[in-house]
């Protein structure tokens, strides 16, 4: 049969004819992960494509995705040595680190160090959620302002501010107003940090388009001093973080870091240098996923004003005017879960995970995979796939709801957005706190409108998470200014 027949002869997997030098990178296209779709049809779920001098094998649908990152977690939990992943926190990243015994523990250092302030016990969850809170209420006061007089305003980039001061007061115990300057321009370049990481970026496998002028050597020049300047940041909050350090009080996540990692007795490798490595992925990947979610939320209110409407009904029959809605309120408000399920779902905003390798040998849909192979995983696919999601192309959230109204937990496990098995996003639980507690408050306060000359457009740029193109709304006050309590 077929699969011991590759697994004989170890052959090449199925996939597109590779052309000499690119491969099959220029037919990659401005959305790669619906091009590794269309190649699924013809190939099956497991294929493989030669991008430059790297062949690349890509994952398609629930099955194939499951089997390798639940099923064969171990083997599939590597990263690639790409020199983009090696630029990152001065190479002490534990998200672009391949799979070790030390990375084990790096990621066991980040995962309890965000369980420890946020969901440890009563009393953390509070602090978290309050800091929300407080962001969000004043993200309304200033989108109010920025719609003054009926204007239309670009709501990205205050989106990002505030995604950025939550995560940045839980690692420095410090908030950032959106006016600072310089906070917000280092913010803007970090932006782009996407653009390189992403599936399907070219610097990575063409090392020869380093050698002479062109965009992708602009493009990766760029990202280089964005990691720099974005390393130096949280390295100078670190540093002054050490010079302050009591350890008897834990003020913040980088004290419970450098805690851990630069006064530990650990013989497990890490060095003083992983600290500031754990400050900067935390606060990378909290920035730009949480930030561009809201954007998508806002774009679907603003384009679907009858499913605005509706949940502008649900959260005044649930919560009333005269206090903020809370996590509390969260199973009374399925429709708005199920809203921000149908938004992930729908929009995939992460197509494609970070790239992962193959950590030894290992079989997939009888296919045989070698070690140290790069592998893409395509969630898109998983999302939009046809026999499991009726009209996957429609933006439906009463697709979550049972006929109580309830949301229907089989169906939102089967989105795929925060990955899977040893890889899976350590900030999941956080995201989806966030991502509810904005949404509620910016809904329950405010109304948002389209420009009526601007037809809103789905359409958005590819990177590791896929952004709307500028767009302009104006935002409404529903009633009177709700103070926090
Ligand atoms: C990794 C999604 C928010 C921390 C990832 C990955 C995805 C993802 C797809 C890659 C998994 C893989 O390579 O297989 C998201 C989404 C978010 C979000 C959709 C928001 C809606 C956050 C937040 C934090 C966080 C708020 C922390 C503050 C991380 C870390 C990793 C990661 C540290 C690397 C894990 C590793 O390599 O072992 N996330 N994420 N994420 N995420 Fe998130």
Redesign the pocket.
């Known amino acids: 049969c077929l699969w011991v027949r590759n697994l004989r002869l170890k052959r090449r997997l199925p996939g597109p004819y590779a052309w000499p030098v690119v491969g099959n990178a220029m037919q990659l296209g401005q959305m790669p992960h619906i091009t590794f779709a269309k190649l699924a049809k013809k190939y099956g779920n497991v294929y493989q494509i030669r991008l430059g001098c790297s062949d690349v094998v890509v994952l398609n649908g629930d099955k194939a995705i499951r089997q390798a ?1 639940v099923q064969h977690s171990t083997e599939f939990a590597g ?1 690639p040595n790409f020199v983009s992943f090696q630029t990152v926190s001065g190479g002490k990243s ?3 680190t391949n799979y070790s015994k030390q990375w084990k523990m790096h ?1 066991k250092i ?1 995962q309890s160090t ?1 369980r420890a302030f946020s969901s440890a016990n009563s009393q953390t969850k509070k602090a978290f959620e309050q800091q929300i809170v407080a962001e969000a209420t004043e993200l309304v006061e200033i989108f109010l302002k920025l719609s003054a007089q009926g204007q239309y305003f670009n709501p990205a980039h205050e989106l990002t501010v505030a995604a950025a001061n939550v ?1 940045c007061a839980l690692c420095f115990g410090k908030r950032y107003g959106h006016d600072e300057v310089e906070f917000r321009a280092m913010l803007q370049r970090v932006d782009e940090f996407g653009q390189t990481i992403g599936a399907g970026s070219l610097v990575d496998v063409m090392p020869w388009l380093q050698s002479f002028p062109n965009p992708v050597r602009s493009v990766f020049k760029n990202f280089k001093s964005l990691n720099k300047e974005f390393f130096g940041f949280v390295q100078s909050k670190v540093e002054e973080h050490r010079k302050t350090f009591d350890p008897e009080v834990t003020r913040d996540m980088s004290d419970a870091i450098i805690g851990v990692i630069d006064k530990a007795d650990n013989d497990n490798g890490l060095t003083k240098g992983h600290t500031e490595g754990t400050v900067s ?2 606060i990378g ?2 920035l730009d ?2 930030s561009t ?1 809201l954007h998508w939320i806002i774009l679907l209110l603003a384009k679907y004003p009858e499913l605005q409407t509706k949940l502008h009904m649900l959260i005044d029959k649930v919560v009333g005017r005269n206090r903020l809605p809370s996590v509390e309120d969260r199973s009374c408000l399925a429709y708005l879960d199920a809203f921000i399920y149908e938004t ?1 779902r729908f929009t995939s ?2 197509p494609v ?2 790239p ?1 390798s193959t950590t030894s040998d290992v079989i997939i849909e009888g296919l045989h995979i070698p070690k140290d192979m790069v592998v893409f ?1 395509n ?1 898109w696919s998983i999302n939009h796939d046809p026999l499991k999601w009726k009209d996957p192309h429609i933006f439906d959230p009463s697709r979550f709801l049972d006929e109580n109204g309830s949301l229907d937990k089989d169906l939102t496990n089967n989105v795929m ?3 899977a ?8 639980q ?2 989806k706190v ?2 509810f507690l904005f949404f509620a408050i910016l809904l329950h306060q405010c109304s948002f409108e389209k420009c009526p000359d601007e037809d809103l457009s789905l359409n958005c740029s590819y990177g590791l998470t896929l952004k709307p193109l500028d767009y302009k709304i104006t935002a409404k006050l529903r009633g009177e200014l709700t103070k926090v309590q």
Do not use: Y
């Open positions: 990152l990263r534990m998200t672009f990621r980040a965000i995560i992925d935390l990947a909290g996923t949480v979610a992930m905003f992460v995970t970070i992962h995983i969630q957005i925060f990955s098995g040893k890889r899976r996003c350590i900030g999941d956080i995201a966030e991502i």
